[in-house]
């Protein structure tokens, strides 16, 4: 298997900018989570989905974020418009709800700058 | 208080000596405790997990957990210079979260 897959690996914008990052969670999985991730506050959870459904936003900063997951392979988080404390690494993680281990597996992660 | 507390480090551990890293959570509900390795540049993996109170060994990593002191560790035996990275603390109750990581550098 390919592993969780994030696109793209870098992404330099600019305030104001509209930003889209994308995930591939690995085949079988049935949850997915967004995370992001800074020296100063370490690794936050945004949201996550079970069964392509949104289960907890309460991560989600504010409005200007948004996520979606219109089917079981493909997720995106939507930044809109972006600010440089939006700076960071943004990871997707998949993981199978049903296993004996509650492990996550993480995709390479987007390394967002905001200008 | 945050919700997962560890030591931020930097943690330095000559090569072949026991690394200890620690962990304290506040939810006296919480189920699962997590260790995950995170290579500088890398993503978090999953290296140990317990459930239950006590030891639990696997290989030259050893997790520790007293749920009384709602404390958890982890013990890295005869450390070797790839075990330098930061460890991530995860602890599950209503959801996951993560303490923010101990940086561990083993010098050669």
């Known amino acids: 298997d390919a592993g969780v897959i994030q696109s793209p690996r870098h992404e330099v914008t600019e305030m104001g900018q509209e930003v889209t990052l994308r995930c591939k969670p690995i085949?079988?999985?049935?949850?997915l989570f967004w995370y992001r991730q800074t020296m100063m506050r370490g690794l936050e959870l945004l949201i996550y989905?079970?069964?392509?459904?949104?289960?907890?936003d309460s991560g989600m900063p504010e409005d200007r974020f948004s996520a979606k997951m219109p089917n079981a392979s493909f997720s995106t988080l939507k930044i809109q418009p972006s600010e440089p404390r939006d700076s960071a690494v943004y990871f997707c993680?998949?993981?199978?709800?049903?296993?004996?281990?509650?492990?996550?597996?993480f995709g390479p992660g987007t390394r967002l700058t905001v200008l | 208080q945050k919700e997962v507390e560890q030591n931020s480090g930097p943690l330095s551990v000559p090569e072949g000596a026991i690394a200890s890293l620690n962990c304290t959570y506040s939810?006296?509900?919480?189920?699962?405790f997590f260790w995950y390795r995170q290579y500088s540049g890398k993503s978090p993996e999953l290296i140990m997990f317990?459930?239950?109170?006590g030891d639990k060994e696997d290989g030259r990593f050893t997790a520790q957990l007293n749920k009384a002191s709602q404390y958890v560790s982890l013990l890295i035996r005869d450390s070797q210079p790839s075990d330098s990275a930061t460890y991530l603390c995860?602890?599950?109750?209503?959801?996951?979260?993560f303490g923010t990581g101990t940086r561990l550098t083993i010098i050669p």
């Open positions: 993680a998949s993981r199978y709800s049903g296993g004996a281990i509650d492990e996550q597996f």
């Open positions: 085949s079988g999985h049935n949850s």
């Open positions: 989905f079970n069964n392509n459904v949104p289960i907890d």
């Open positions: 939810d006296r509900g919480s189920q699962s």
């Open positions: 317990i459930y239950s109170n």
């Open positions: 995860a602890v599950r109750g209503e959801k996951l979260t």
